[in-house]
């Protein structure tokens, strides 16, 4: 039998068990236009976690797709895998035609309100795996270097000082490292500890550096003092490589075009004719494949793109390369096909 929690924990005690490294604010500080085989737009969102650590996220609208189509599945009202259900916030729908730009400002309100509504839901929810990934920095978010932050807004969710007795949370569920040796840090923004202490990971400044908490304290400091007990968990980077041959006379180069899709993704001719062309700064081009015998199909439908990217599934592939290629040349060299009867 379910046991419905549609209305949130709201007090101190709850808000005290909750990890550090806790979501409780995210508001879109902007919007971003990124480009795949066509050009998207993602959403810049400023998050701050209860351990007081504040960064930016980089998430585009499927993902929010994504993620809500998981919570329904574990929490929504005809679910058989949770103990527990609760109302859901609703997500704007999916828009399949209009600009792009225009469609990514319009959601922004919508957006902030249902993460807003998001993170005030029960625990159980805010604790869920899929929840805290959406929500943490990955070293690809971290690597982005903001265009401009024009909607920062005040934070989402507010806690309630009430005294009822909380369900306990499970603190061995978030980052953490043990500290090997003393650190006494030489500025107030790093953390002082003690050898033994179990640090609270928050973020991760670099490769030498990280945030944490201890014994209600917040701050910065190196890696080489600590082991990890439980890392960050790892959100794939969006980013996938195509490799593309280009052919000038006699003579072809390689070039490894980065592309945010998936490696499953078929495109649309026209989006890859343009984005070549975008590549090499060059009209007169023609894009073609390698058949099994090692000649050049040239591409000129969406039906012959679907074929080469059929024709390359199960092939070896390096990891995050797509494992079909494509081969670029000059749009009136008809020498580089093999017309040999």
């Keep these: 039998m379910m046991t419905s929690i549609s209305s949130p924990p709201t007090s101190l005690s709850d808000f005290e068990q909750l990890p550090d490294d806790i979501a409780i604010s995210a508001n879109i500080a902007d919007i971003e236009e990124k480009r795949g085989f066509t050009s998207h737009f993602v959403f810049v969102i400023e998050v701050k976690t209860k351990g007081g650590s504040k960064y930016l996220i980089y998430r585009r609208y499927r993902q929010f797709y994504a993620l809500q189509s998981k919570l329904e599945e574990?929490?929504?009202?005809?679910?058989?895998?949770?103990?527990?259900?609760?109302?859901?916030?609703?997500?704007?729908?999916?828009?399949?035609?209009?600009?792009?730009?225009?469609?990514?400002?319009?959601?922004?309100?919508?957006?902030?309100?249902?993460?807003?509504?998001l993170l005030s839901l029960p625990i159980c929810v805010l604790m869920d795996e899929d929840v805290r990934i959406f929500f943490y920095q990955s070293s690809y978010d971290a690597e982005q270097v903001p265009q401009a932050l024009r909607r920062l807004r005040p934070r989402t969710?507010?806690?309630?000082?009430?005294?009822?007795?909380?369900?306990?949370?499970?603190?061995?569920?978030?980052?953490?490292?043990?500290?090997?040796?003393?650190?006494?840090?030489?500025?107030?923004?790093?953390?002082n500890f003690k050898v033994g202490d179990v640090i609270f990971l928050l973020s991760r400044i670099n490769k030498d550096w990280l945030e944490g908490t201890v014994r209600g304290t917040t701050g910065i400091f190196p890696v080489s003092f600590v082991k990890i007990l439980k890392d960050f968990p790892e959100e794939e980077d969006p980013t996938n490589w195509l490799?593309?041959?280009?052919?000038?006379?006699?003579?072809?180069?390689?070039?490894?075009?980065?592309?945010?899709?998936?490696?499953?993704?078929?495109?649309?001719?026209?989006?890859?004719?343009?984005?070549?062309?975008?590549?090499?700064?060059?009209?007169?081009?023609?894009?073609?494949?390698?058949?099994?015998?090692?000649?050049?199909?040239?591409?000129?439908?969406?039906?012959?793109?679907?074929?080469?990217?059929?024709?390359?599934?199960?092939?070896?592939?390096?990891?995050r390369l797509f494992p079909w290629k494509l081969h670029v040349t000059q749009e009136d060299n008809y020498k580089v096909y093999n017309t040999v009867p």
């Design 157 to 191: 969710r507010r806690v309630k000082s009430e005294p009822p007795q909380a369900a306990g949370i499970d603190r061995m569920a978030a980052p953490r490292a043990e500290a090997l040796f003393d650190f006494t840090g030489n500025s107030k923004h790093e953390l």
């Design 74 to 117: 574990r929490f929504g009202p005809e679910s058989k895998t949770s103990p527990f259900t609760c109302i859901l916030p609703t997500l704007p729908a999916k828009v399949y035609v209009g600009v792009k730009q225009e469609i990514a400002e319009m959601r922004i309100p919508a957006l902030n309100a249902y993460m807003k509504n």
């Design 243 to 319: 490799r593309c041959y280009y052919y000038e006379d006699t003579i072809s180069t390689i070039k490894d075009i980065a592309v945010e899709e998936d490696l499953s993704s078929t495109p649309l001719f026209k989006d890859l004719l343009e984005l070549m062309r975008r590549e090499f700064q060059r009209e007169d081009i023609a894009l073609n494949y390698q058949d099994a015998e090692g000649d050049l199909v040239r591409l000129l439908s969406d039906e012959d793109v679907r074929l080469m990217v059929k024709r390359a599934r199960g092939l070896p592939s390096q990891k």
